[in-house]
């Protein structure tokens, strides 16, 4: 029996039914490049901790259904360990993480690290810039302000692209 169960044609290409096999190489939708690999229907709580860390943070991902013990063939290859849940993030690498736990945490950390760059300088700067009733001080303030808002850019580009790559 061959690993890939034909859905059905669309032109040269067949989609396939994940239950059953899957191309890791690609995902299905490139506007959702992060893939998530869990169990059918997402029926294991480790797997549902970070499908809903996932949905809570707005990350689009791709959900891979991987049923069968052993793992399929195709998802060892992704994952050597076979358990889920795991996400693979379309880097050079195609990284994949797998444990909930640390899903779950690498996203709420660079969500943390967002908020704390805006907490203590991006709006500490804005409100200094925007309060100022002194003239003299405008370029100082602007240029302060100018650098907090490029760097918090520059974060949350970075951010963006490990989840969706341009």
Known sequence: ASAFA???????????DLRGGYDSTVGIDPST????FTTPDNT????ARSFIALKELGIPFETQEV?????????????????????????EENAVVYE???IVN??????????????TVLTPAQFTFFMS?????????S????????????MRSSWRRLVVPI
């Open 6 to 16: 034909p859905l059905r044609s669309v032109g040269c290409r067949a989609k396939t």
């Open 33 to 36: 490049p992060l893939q998530f």
């Open 44 to 47: 294991c709580p480790y797997a």
């Open 67 to 91: 049923s069968g013990r052993p793992k399929p063939d195709w998802y060892l290859k992704i994952n050597p360990r076979g358990k889920v849940p795991a996400i693979k993030i379309p880097t």
């Open 100 to 102: 909930s736990a640390i």
């Open 106 to 119: 690498i996203f709420a950390t660079q969500s943390r690290l967002l908020n704390d760059h805006c907490d």
């Open 133 to 141: 009733k002194d003239p003299e001080k405008d370029e100082e303030l």
């Open 143 to 154: 240029a302060g302000l100018e650098e907090a808002l490029m760097v918090y850019l520059g």
